[in-house]
């Protein structure tokens, strides 16, 4: 729902603040008096094409914003999901305009600037215009088909299709990568069978890599570790070997000892306690280099290596490492590779029978389809005479009584799609003998605007947060015409908010709200418009005013009485 307007040096239109409600909203004025305009700076806060003629003579540029309240599941906050813009809850919408005198325009939504596409996008979501200029809304074919849909209530039947077509999209999807997979099989064949024969003979395992580089780190370091324990044992080895020499040394303190005799006092007792710390110490000498005999005898044998378990080793590695540059993987996915060789392989060889399986399955997902949108096209084809029923209906008391509606439907298999086969189009007769067509190319700017509120009533009562706009409803018909115009415009913002442009007091009459469009000159020569929202005895002046014109009578404001509390 359109809940503000501001409006900056927009031709005749300076600055122009306005706050709207919900219900039936009416703008009246003279003829000339800037209604086109104000129409004209909403449209461009929604999106509508930039004109540098907009820009008026107050500055260098115009600027127009339009505030709307959304309801939360309201299908503008998906789109500004999808584009990134962030709006909290509860939020309004701000959509906001800027044309330069050169003609450069900018937009933006909530202040986050937004291309001018999305700015339009998010109106036609938003605002709904019916006019002989205006090119969205009923007068784009390309609507007409989800509105049919909705009135119809077949949700089942599109979603039905809608599935049926996806099944049928990956069918054939899947049939058309056999197919070429198949056409290239003898190309692929005998590479994939030479390298499933490389790779199987190599049988790479997962983590081998890491564990054979680390053996080879350890057996090219291997050599000289021995070379280094060799000439260590040979150290230990030289002039007889030290383990000799000290056990001779031993033989020798003993020997000594057991000539001092037994005495432990005066000179032999001293020689005889010196002899004891030297065979002390000798004894434990021994015992620590025959420790290390031991463990350098160890560390020998740990690296008594296989011969040639080095270039094994590399050779391995070295093939692994050969083997993943190859394919362009890892040396770790090597395995998972060769699977998937396998996989390819034992497809092609299969191709034939799985492509025969894969036509089989589009046979019957194309059968599921045409179910599918039969039922859709069937309940189109009923709904489509409903709707063209009760717009007929609606026809006469809109001074439309020889003219004609229909749905047209053409069903064209080569457009199949997720939402069906039909193309929608409503169309119109104006006279009798003349032939059907398009509503913007038959209807004229009065009639245009009665048939796109026939269509609007027959369809519902009113889309809730869409702010219809109707633009020259009440062109060239009067009285009860008008009458039946203003009801059937108060129908459809009693779920919503429809802003109607009229010269009609019977319109008028029937408004929730009503703003009067003027013109004034500012003191300087200039005409400027401006819009104020009349209520009581202003109201009752206004329609008293398009009842009798210029001169206002007192038997028009009785009028206008009498139109105002029927």
Request: proline fraction near 2%.
């Amino acid at each position: 729902m359109l809940t503000a307007l501001s409006v900056r040096n927009i031709v005749l239109i300076d600055a122009l603040d306005a706050g709207f409600a919900a219900g039936l909203c009416a703008l009246t004025g003279e003829t000339g008096a800037g209604k086109s305009i104000l129409l004209g700076a909403l449209g461009l806060a929604a999106g509508e094409r930039a004109d540098r003629t907009q820009v008026g003579t107050g500055g260098d540029e115009s600027r127009a914003a339009a505030t709307f309240d959304v309801a939360g599941d309201h299908p503008a906050h998906a789109l500004l999901v999808e584009a990134g813009i962030e709006v909290e809850p509860g939020e309004s919408l701000i959509l906001r305009r800027r044309v330069t005198a050169d003609g450069r325009s900018q937009g933006w939504i909530n202040d986050q600037p937004a291309s001018i596409g999305l700015v339009r996008q998010l109106g036609d979501l938003l605002v709904e215009v019916h006019g002989q200029h205006d090119g969205r809304g009923l007068l784009d074919p390309k609507t007409h088909r989800g509105l049919l849909d909705t009135f119809c209530a077949n949700g089942s039947e599109r979603d039905a299709t809608s599935r049926a077509w996806k099944q049928l999209a990956e069918a054939r999807d899947r049939l058309t990568g056999l197919q070429e997979m198949q056409a290239t099989a003898a190309e692929q064949e005998a590479f994939l069978r030479h390298s499933l024969e490389e790779l199987d003979a190599l049988s790479p395992v997962r983590d081998e890599e890491s564990a054979l580089a680390e053996e080879r780190k350890f057996l090219q370091n291997a050599e000289q570790a021995l070379a280094e324990l060799d000439e260590a044992r040979q150290a230990l080895d030289a002039d007889g070997g030290l383990s000799a020499r000290l056990n001779g040394a031993l033989r020798g303190m003993e020997k000594v000892r057991a000539s001092l005799g037994e005495g432990e006092t005066g000179t032999a007792g001293a020689a005889r306690a010196a002899i004891d710390r030297a065979a002390g110490a000798l004894d434990r000498a021994l015992i620590e280099f025959t420790e290390a005999e031991d463990a350098l005898a160890d560390a020998a044998e740990a690296f008594d290596i296989e011969p040639g378990r080095l270039d094994t080793v590399e050779e391995r590695l070295f093939g692994l490492r050969a083997a993943a540059r190859k394919h362009d993987v890892t040396v770790d996915e090597l395995p998972e590779f060769r699977d998937q060789l396998a996989e390819r392989l034992e497809a092609i060889e299969s191709a034939e029978d799985r492509v025969r399986e894969a036509e089989k399955a589009v046979a019957a997902a194309q059968a599921e389809y045409d179910n599918a949108a039969d039922s859709l096209t069937k309940s189109r084809m009923k709904g489509a005479k409903a709707l063209a029923d009760a717009v007929m209906a609606e026809l006469p008391p809109l001074k439309l009584e020889k003219a004609r509606f229909r749905v047209a439907i053409e069903t064209d298999r080569e457009r199949a799609g997720a939402q069906g086969r039909d193309r929608v189009a409503f169309e119109v007769m104006t006279n009798p003998g003349t032939p059907f067509g398009p509503l913007d190319k038959i209807a004229s700017g009065g009639e245009l605007s009665r048939f796109a509120l026939a269509i609007k009533v027959s369809l519902s009562a009113g889309e809730e947060g869409l702010t219809l706009i109707f633009d020259e409803v009440d062109q060239g018909v009067g009285g009860a015409v008008a009458a039946a115009v203003g009801k059937r415009l108060k129908r459809l913002a009693q779920t919503g908010q429809t802003l109607v442009v009229t010269h009609s007091p019977q319109v008028a009459a029937m408004a929730d709200h009503h703003w009067k469009i003027e013109k004034t000159e500012d003191g300087e020569d200039r005409v400027r418009t401006t819009l104020r929202a009349l209520t009581g005895s202003d109201r009752r002046e206004e329609i008293a005013r398009m009842l009798s014109g210029e001169n206002v009578t007192e038997a028009a404001r009785a009028q206008a009485d009498e139109l105002m509390s029927a």
